[in-house]
T-cell receptor, first 115, second 115 residues
Framework: DTEVTQTPKHLVMGMTNKKSLKCEQH?????MYWYKQKAKKPPELMFV???????INESVPSRFSPECPNSSLLNLHLHALQPEDSALYLC??????????????FGQGTRLTVV | AQSVTQPDIHITVSEGASLELRCNYS??????LFWYVQSPGQGLQLLLK??????LVQGIKGFEAEFKRSQSSFNLRKPSVHWSDAAEYFC?????????????FGIGTKLQVIP
């Protein structure tokens, strides 16, 4: 299994709603990532988890709340979002390597629309 | 800080013609370099990667890339383009920060293939 699975594929939510994005991998990777990609732009890193602990938060607003309940699962909890938060949210994972390069495996993304 | 420049935002080639997509990077140490491809509304698929060793790397779908340290470049090539290659191509650079990858993407090059 070399897949990163994201659910849902599409999500429409109101500005007062609370919703969650889910990401799952069973490759034994211990680093997991959330990226945000606006239309016609490259992906931008939001969060990095390493061994289930938050390692990087790229100054993301608190209305985005990540959670890594176990080594296979990564969630992104959403609350009080703004229309400008509409984007493709990509999850990725990579094997942990202290000495060499590793590659990130990306999921298909969740297309989020905030209305 | 690491960065990637893709000077061509949009490229159009005829089916069967050769292709070269340009990428220049900035990174203080030995970089880890990647090319990803993204079809509309989809996630990112890794085409190829360079960590060390042979500077000419082969990837999937007939793509190859050459790492040139003196020019800080990692250009992607394909000898004969197929209509199915039409997509967005992202060059990326990463450093190994304690076992996880902090990946920085270029702005992307959109490839259009005409009959």
């Amino acid at each position: 299994d070399t897949e990163v699975t994201q659910t849902p594929k599409h999500l429409v939510m109101g500005m007062t709603n609370k919703k969650s994005l889910k990401c799952e991998q069973h490759m034994g990777h211990r680093a997991m990532y959330w990226y945000k990609q606006k239309a016609k732009k490259p992906p931008e890193l939001m969060f990095v988890y390493s061994y289930e602990k938050l390692s990087i938060n790229e100054s993301v607003p608190s209305r985005f709340s990540p959670e890594c309940p176990n080594s296979s699962l990564l969630n992104l909890h959403l609350h009080a979002l703004q229309p400008e938060d509409s984007a493709l949210y990509l999850c990725a994972s990579s094997p942990k390597s202290l000495t060499g390069g590793t590659e990130a495996f990306f999921g298909q993304g969740t297309r989020l629309t905030v209305v | 800080a690491q960065s990637v420049t893709q000077p061509d935002i949009h490229i159009t080639v005829s089916e069967g013609a050769s292709l070269e997509l340009r990428c220049n990077y900035s990174y203080g140490a030995t970089p880890y370099l990647f090319w990803y491809v993204q079809s509309p509304g989809q996630g990112l698929q890794l085409l190829l990667k360079y960590f060390s060793g042979d500077t000419l790397v082969q990837g999937i779908k007939g793509f190859e890339a050459e790492f040139k340290r003196s020019q800080s470049s990692f250009n992607l090539r394909k000898p004969s383009v197929h209509w199915s290659d039409a997509a967005e191509y992202f060059c990326a650079v990463a450093g190994n920060s304690g076992g996880y990858q902090k990946v920085t993407f270029g702005i992307g090059t959109k490839l259009q293939v005409i009959p």
